[in-house]
Nanobody
């Protein structure tokens, strides 16, 4: 199995910063794309940022210039540095990883358990 452990959420005032981490473990052969999604109450889960295995990144328009996604392949970990946070950034943030397990021929998508980010005004 593949496990994703997230950390770094919390309560912060508007304008503040937080850094989320998501570490993958288990019988991993390779990790492809990694990303962060968020879900606010009453809203659908949306993709916030993604990073490919080669390091290419993509962001939803609302966080461009404020959030930075990165990964450390030696630690099988993806990060989301969030700055200039706004109340509308509040939600549960989920790590998403597409990985191939040892002994398998295709990659599957795995989800973290979610970490709450609350930005107060």
């Amino acid at each position: 199995q593949v496990q994703l452990v997230e950390s770094g959420g919390g309560l912060v005032q508007a304008g503040g910063s937080l850094r989320l981490s998501c570490a993958a473990s288990g019988s991993l052969f390779s990790i492809n794309d990694m990303g962060w999604y968020r879900q606010a109450p009453g809203n659908q889960r949306e993709l916030v940022a993604a990073i490919t295995s080669s390091g290419s990144t993509d962001y939803v328009d609302s966080v461009k210039g404020r959030f930075t996604i990165s990964r450390d392949n030696t630690k099988s970990t993806v990060y989301l540095q969030m700055s200039s946070l706004k109340p509308e950034d509040t939600g549960v943030y989920y790590c998403n990883v597409k990985a191939r397990r040892i002994g398998t021929l295709r990659a599957y998508t795995y989800w973290g358990q979610g970490t709450q980010v609350t930005v107060s005004s």
